[in-house]
């Protein structure tokens, strides 16, 4: 039955596609191409099947073959030492990021691959950082072995130019861990050994053992304070030296006097002191610290073209082929590039056809042919035959590498947005002071005994815990509610920047535009079947993006094939062709000599067809807009500011005309640089500016703006450094996010209200003087907690609401 | 009462003790990845088939 149910499917083993009409059967097995049949033939000749068992179809399409000589460079010794964290004369160890892995499948093999190369010792996945650390003995097999293996099997690592230049910053929140753990239990124990006072046990109060449970307190307390807590000591002491009141100055002042006061009690055996609200206090605030660390771990939002370019490159030098790393490429070297490589400098075209795709610079999909002789800007990636270039600038000179390096750019100012948090602290400090004064004056006054005691009351309960615990759970929250919507933001502030911005920057090609699709139709005299099954057939032998177009659009042909004979491709002008003594040509209206009768629209591309010297029509080819995209412009058009900036000319100006408002900005021809300067003066004239884009052009615009979103078709892709990375599947719901933002700062002021409510209502014990140990003790955890539930609860319920999922 | 010396002695000793195993549970980095394990720990190895068939 099994058997035969995957006789039946119509998709491959392997890796689930559809199936093409001449199928690879192997092994009772249906495959697509000879890529996924040899890795399912691997696999079953090292009993390693149970792949296919622990999820459906979990292999990846293997349909475009990878160059042989592709890794050769790893063999490079200078690339080795690089690359690899750790070696000695035996085993060498080594961490990929691999963006292809996806499901629990992929764990498994990628565990067991030491069946697969002897060299291999251990491999080990951390499926939600996409990384894969391997130690192979390199006698046994080499980094290129292991990572053409890898290759083959469909999980290729990726190797770019970010790891050569200097092992990445693992990023450490042990520290926070550590101090969390200890604050921890100080905590709970503190509270253990404060039992009888809590309940007032009186043959506890006069016995040797309240002393003794006093100095213990003290004893578990002293790590609290002087590990645990010191980076709030730390931040204000900072933050003080440059002359701003922050949040962290009311923590370390209440706790600093906690500390002293019940060290004091300790020592003089006047009570029990305030240890464990002291403990309790940083072991909530930490717990705040650690969930706003918590981001998503997949994504890296710092990625520049370093992340993006290939590590070495071929260079052929006196007819022989080497590999070199590509810092070190030198003016006037010779290339070779050859299918899905990317061009690493800017460089001339020698040899070769090339159409290149600048799908990753500009956003633009099509590749773009280029002739002989012209220069071809770094970031471009070569799609066909091989090609022969000579380099005429330096990788760190090149056109776009530039971009980063521009003043603008290292400048990038910070935001102007300041978060509420910041702003409330100032005022909260300079209140909470003048009510700490104003009482000691007052007790001073009628009962100096109880001054002192007042003054470090005041500073003890009004110490702003609720409020530090607001923002870091309100904000760590939404930008996990975001994060299950497929809108990655970089860190927890960024929500506010969102809340706060009021102008918002589109770019047009890949962020409004879909990348892959355009529409295409038809004009003219009805094609019948065989003429069309003809122009299938012609444009079917071509490479040219719009001829694969048309040929995706012809029904499919039923005759089993045609002789095509004087086949004749004109770069930049058509093709022309014989099929059964009828002579077809396919191109511009130029190339066909035709005057176009109609006015000829500028909005689309148009490609001429003729049968037999008779002009039939034209294929129209637009591209297509996001879908819903008119609706979400009206609705973002109602709280903000819009511009359009586009790279094209403004072929596309009246169309985009109908879907924006008046008052939008349109741009068109905009350099990189010249969208960065835009949202520069537009940042100097005050405004707050979200800038939304795609692709390296848009890289200095959206690093530039005060929230830079970069929208991709595919997470595991390459996007620019960003504030958010957005996949394009959600950008109709941009309104949402926008709106759930202004929700969630919503839920940090009405949280603040609660904290304050509870800091009223503490005050008016301790301004009297009667602040009692065991009162600190539960209002601290329950204001705590409280907001800790509001402000989960609600950032929750308002992403429903905003039907974020 | 004296009894509570030593109660109180084991229950700090016990604390310590947890607070050391954390201590060692972070440096070994099961706090670097909170996902993959959940993964791994449903792999089973099945016994190799030649294997089996000789038994």
């Given amino acids: 039955m099994g058997k035969e149910t995957q006789l039946l499917t119509s998709t491959c083993f392997h890796c689930g596609d559809g199936l093409p009409k001449s199928v690879i059967p192997f092994d009772n097995k249906e495959f697509c191409c000879v890529g996924c049949k040899g890795v399912y033939e691997l696999l079953s000749k090292n009993n390693l099947c149970d792949y296919y068992e622990l999820a459906d179809s979990p292999g990846l399409s293997l349909k475009n073959p990878i160059s042989k000589v592709k890794f050769n460079f790893l063999d490079d010794d200078q690339i080795q030492r690089q690359l690899l964290q750790y070696r000695d004369d035996k085993i060498s160890r080594i961490t990929f990021h691999m963006p292809t892995m996806h499901c629990s499948s992929c764990i498994w093999l990628l565990e067991n691959l030491y069946k697969l190369n002897k060299g291999v010792k251990n491999s080990r996945v951390d499926f939600l950082r996409k990384q894969l650390s391997i130690s192979f003995d390199h006698h046994l097999s080499s980094l290129r072995e292991i990572v053409e293996l890898l290759s083959a099997l469909g999980y290729e690592p990726s190797l770019n130019l970010n790891d050569l230049e200097g092992k990445k910053k693992q990023q450490n929140s042990n520290r926070l861990l550590y101090q969390l753990g200890v604050a921890g239990f100080g905590f709970g124990n503190i509270m253990l050994v404060s039992f009888p006072e809590y309940f ?27 590990f645990s807590a010191q ?125 290149i795709d600048f799908s990753f610079v500009t956003g633009e999909n099509d590749p773009i042919e280029k002739v002989l002789g012209e220069v071809i800007y770094a970031g471009g990636r070569q799609v066909g035959s091989a090609i022969e270039m000579e380099v005429c600038k330096t990788v760190s000179q090149s056109y776009l590498t530039q971009l980063w390096n521009s003043e603008h750019f290292a400048k990038a100012q910070q935001s102007s947005i300041q978060s509420f948090q910041s702003i409330v602290s100032r005022y909260f400090t300079f209140a909470l002071l003048i009510i700490a004064f104003a009482s000691a004056a007052f007790w001073f006054w009628f009962d100096p005994s109880r001054s002192l005691n007042a003054f470090t009351a005041v500073l003890i309960i009004a110490c702003p815990c609720a409020l530090a615990l607001s923002s870091p759970f309100a904000l760590g929250n939404s930008l996990r509610m975001l994060g299950r919507s497929k809108f990655y933001l970089k860190s927890p502030d960024i929500v506010e920047k969102m809340a706060n911005v009021d102008h918002l920057v589109f770019d047009k090609t890949g962020t409004i535009t879909q990348a892959a699709e355009s529409n295409i139709s038809y004009y003219g005299e009805a094609l019948n079947e065989i003429q069309s099954d003809y122009l299938k057939a012609v444009c079917g032998n071509s490479v040219h993006p719009l001829s694969k177009k048309i040929a995706g659009f012809l029904p499919d042909s039923k005759q089993p094939k045609f002789l095509i004979e004087n086949y004749q491709e004109l770069s930049g002008k058509g093709i022309s062709a014989t099929i059964d003594s009828v002579t077809i040509k396919i191109g511009s209206a130029n190339y066909l000599q035709i005057n176009p009768k109609s006015v000829v629209d500028v909005l689309a591309t148009r490609v001429y067809i003729s049968i037999a010297n008779n002009c039939l029509g034209f294929f129209e080819i ?35 005309s109908q879907v924006f408002p008046k008052n939008a900005q349109m741009l068109f021809n905009m350099s990189p640089s010249e969208k960065m300067l835009y949202i520069h003066q537009l940042r100097e004239s005050g405004e707050k500016v979200a800038m939304i884009g795609d692709g390296l052009n848009d890289a200095g615009a959206l690093k530039v703006a005060d929230l830079g979103i970069s929208v991709t078709e595919n997470t595991a892709h390459f996007s620019p450094g960003s504030d958010v990375i957005m996949d394009a599947t959600g950008f109709i719901k941009l309104s949402n996010y926008f709106n759930y933002a202004k929700c969630t700062l919503n839920v940090i002021h009405m949280s603040f209200v609660i904290s304050l409510l509870y800091n009223i209502f503490g005050l008016s014990f301790a301004v009297q003087g009667l602040l009692s140990p065991v009162i600190a003790a539960i209002l601290m955890p329950i204001s705590s907690i409280s907001v800790i539930l509001f402000t989960t609860v609600s950032t929750y319920l308002f992403a429903k609401k905003n039907q974020l999922f | 009462m004296k009894i509570m010396f030593l109660l109180i002695g084991c229950s700090m000793l016990m604390a310590i003790g947890f607070l050391i195993a954390f201590i060692w549970s972070v440096r070994n980095g099961q706090m670097e990845d909170d996902y993959t394990p959940s993964v791994r720990i449903l792999f089973e190895d099945k016994p190799i088939k030649e294997d089996s068939e000789e038994n």
Avoid at chain 1, 204 to 211: A, E, M
Avoid at chain 1, 322 to 332: D, H, M, S
């Fill in chain 1, 231 to 355: 980076d709030y000591f730390i931040s204000a002491y900072r933050s003080l030296k440059k002359g701003i009141v922050n949040i962290d100055f009311p923590l370390a002042l209440g706790i600093l006097v906690m500390f002293a006061r019940s060290s004091y009690e300790v020592i003089t055996h006047s009570g029990i002191g305030f240890f464990d609200t002291l403990a309790g206090l940083v072991f909530f605030l930490l717990l705040g610290k650690w969930v706003q660390q918590r981001t998503i771990d997949t994504l890296s939002f710092e990625r520049d073209y370093k992340s993006y370019f290939p590590l070495a490159v071929s260079v052929l030098h006196n007819t022989k082929e080497t590999t070199v790393p590509v810092p070190q490429l030198k003016i006037g070297d010779r290339i070779i590039i050859r299918n899905n490589e990317i061009i690493p400098a800017d460089s001339i075209l020698l040899k070769g056809s090339a159409q």
């Fill in chain 1, 200 to 226: 007032g046990l009186d043959s506890f109060s006069s016995s040797y053992l309240s002393k003794l449970f006093g100095f213990l307190n003290m004893g578990l307390a002293l790590p609290v304070f002087l």
């Fill in chain 1, 622 to 656: 637009t591209h297509a807009y996001r879908a819903g995209l008119s609706n979400l412009v009206s609705n973002l058009a109602n709280n903000y500011k819009l511009t359009l900036l586009s790279g094209d000319n403004d072929s596309e100006r009246e169309r985009l």
